[in-house]
């Protein structure tokens, strides 16, 4: 029996995008799209959320890419404003389930440990958990099995009793790897039909 929901953060109750950004630098949609593939790409965004530190993930990118040096700065320079507003959907949804009393219910996010304060300085919902986890602050992140492990450890979740949720394909097979019954988040709309399916909402 569910008693325990888990969440994943960016793209399901946080929207977060470098284009928010990088629009503002690049007159070329396109030639954005190319920088973000090529140069400041997910992979490496990956590596500080995974613990390295901002500053070593910048200066290893621009001694790799030093025509792109201004670009790259702005990554982390300007990070806050990748930051857009809340899914208010999904946060309806958090908001019903923490009502209910019935669950406990913590977020397991890939987040730089630098960045993840201004997340949590901006949205209040994020108060509302019994637990946080951030990869940035273990050094390890989704899809390791051990990152998952950490949460179900410090919390005495037993993963057959555990529900995930996450906008990441990849995330939601290594969860279920693990025993935990996961959901792949698509909207906030199709998450609540889900829930009700499972008579947890």
Not at 60 to 76: C, G, K, S
Not at 120 to 144: C, H, I, N, Q, Y
Not at 169 to 198: M, P, Q, T
Request: charged share 25%; glycine share 4%.
């Amino acid at each position: 029996m569910i008693n325990t929901i888990i969440f994943d953060l960016g793209a399901v109750l946080i929207d977060w995008n470098p284009h928010y950004v990088y629009r503002t630098i690049f007159d070329d949609e396109q030639e954005m799209k190319n920088f973000l593939a090529t140069v400041c790409t997910s992979d490496w965004n990956e590596e500080q959320d995974a613990g390295r530190s901002l500053h070593e993930g910048t200066e290893l990118l621009i001694a790799q890419f030093p025509e792109h040096e201004a670009n790259i700065r702005a990554f982390y320079g300007r990070w806050v404003e990748m930051l857009g507003e809340p899914f208010h959907g999904t946060v309806e949804v958090f908001k019903q389930l923490k009502e209910s009393k019935k669950y406990k219910i913590y977020a397991l996010t890939n987040w730089s440990a630098e960045t993840f304060p201004f997340a949590v300085a901006r949205f209040d919902f994020l108060d509302w958990f019994d637990g946080v986890v951030v990869s940035g602050t273990e050094k390890m992140r989704k899809p390791a099995p051990e990152f998952y492990q950490v949460l179900l450890d410090r919390y005495n979740v037993n993963p057959e009793d555990a529900l995930f949720i996450d906008d990441n394909y990849r995330n939601v097979l290594a969860a279920e790897k693990e025993g935990i019954k996961s959901i792949h988040f698509k909207s906030a709309d199709e998450l609540a039909a889900e829930l009700r399916e499972l008579g947890i909402l």
